[in-house]
């Protein structure tokens, strides 16, 4: 099931992980340029010789700096390139999707972020899922160790979650881009800004409908039961952030969604309309913003949201402004 591949990117390249769980309304305020032929995409076939970095230009020279990053990490990535570093020194701010180191110890917030996941009208997840999905996922996490009664006032979406996260090593999202950017913005003495919130990413999860949210827990009990196989696919995805190659990440993200039935296909749709698509339109305007500002920030969020189809390098050539790859 190719849906596997969208959990895949869902912990590794777009959120974050079930403790860290954007504000996605588009602005309808701002025209975009609907002819999306218009724009130059020769930039996705320039590669760098690292992680994906962006210098984002106005008519007033007023930059902004984009950074695809990946939420999990592994120790070769560090010391990150010189480029990376120097942008950053040189900003007024770091901005990432949120931040997550100040949101591990607000524990109102975590508390107020999960109940978004929690059902309030009497129901429990069983009258959510089918029979068989229920009962393979409480098998999948009491094998895991992590199954409790109360889990059951919760979504699948949590429950997927759990499952995703469970094969995550700790060490990889410990060395995850976001946090490392975070921590460096810390020790620079730079403001982290907020792209969206915790509150929005769970908000997002918990309005996916049930037949999406059943699907999303199927895939993670058959990833579960593959484990070196869903290991491989994040391996893949450091990899190609590594290497920098942007064409290689964007087909890859394009390719998501293929072989599927009828069925699947739309939830797909509901999935990466949620997931994808209105987020990119908020944090596209947040770069415009923070440019009409004059301010020079240092853009950190997941690379799909930078490169991918439709994405904010997408809309932001679409909209006339320059954007040039830094290696």
Same mark, same amino acid.
């Given at each position: ?12 390249? $777009?959120? $974050? ?6 504000? *996605? *309304? ?147 999202? *410990? ?24 509150? $929005? ?58 072989? $599927? ?67």
């Amino acid at each position: 099931m190719k849906m596997k591949k969208g959990l895949a990117l869902l912990l590794a390249v $777009l959120l $974050l992980c079930v403790s860290t769980a954007c504000d *996605s *309304s588009s602005s309808t305020d701002r025209d975009r340029n609907k002819d999306k032929t218009s724009a130059d995409l020769s930039i996705y076939e320039e590669s760098a010789d690292g992680p994906l970095l962006y210098q984002v230009t106005d008519e007033d020279g007023d930059v902004v700096w984009l950074f695809g990053s990946i939420h999990v990490g592994e120790e070769d990535f560090y010391p990150l390139p010189d480029y990376v570093t120097d942008a950053l020194e040189d900003s007024d701010g770091l901005a990432v999707e949120f931040d997550i180191i100040d949101f591990e110890s607000d524990y109102l917030g975590q508390s107020r972020a999960l109940r978004k996941l929690m059902y309030t009208d009497g129901t429990t997840i069983q009258d959510h899922l089918s029979e068989e999905v229920y009962d393979q996922a409480v098998e999948t996490l009491q094998d895991l160790g992590i199954y409790m009664t109360a889990y059951d006032m919760y979504m699948p979406a949590l429950w997927s979650s759990l499952i995703d996260s469970s094969l995550i090593d700790e060490d990889a999202t *410990s060395l995850g881009i976001d946090r490392h950017m975070i921590n460096m913005a810390y020790d620079l003495d730079l403001p982290v800004i907020d792209v969206e919130s915790a509150d $929005l990413q769970y908000g997002m999860m918990a309005d996916f409908s049930d037949d999406l949210q059943e699907l999303l827990l199927k895939s993670s009990i058959e990833g579960y039961e593959k484990g070196d196989e869903y290991l491989e696919e994040i391996q893949e995805l450091m990899d190609m952030w590594a290497d920098g190659d942007a064409m290689q990440l964007r087909e890859y993200l394009s390719s998501e969604g293929e072989d $599927l039935t009828a069925k699947e296909k739309k939830l797909y749709k509901e999935y990466n309309t949620a997931l994808r698509t209105e987020r990119d339109e908020g944090m596209t305007d947040f770069v415009i913003d923070a440019l009409d500002d004059g301010d020079e920030l240092f853009v950190c969020v997941g690379a799909a949201h930078v490169v991918g189809e439709g994405g904010i390098i997408d809309q932001l050539l679409e909209e006339g402004y320059t954007v040039e790859l830094v290696d």
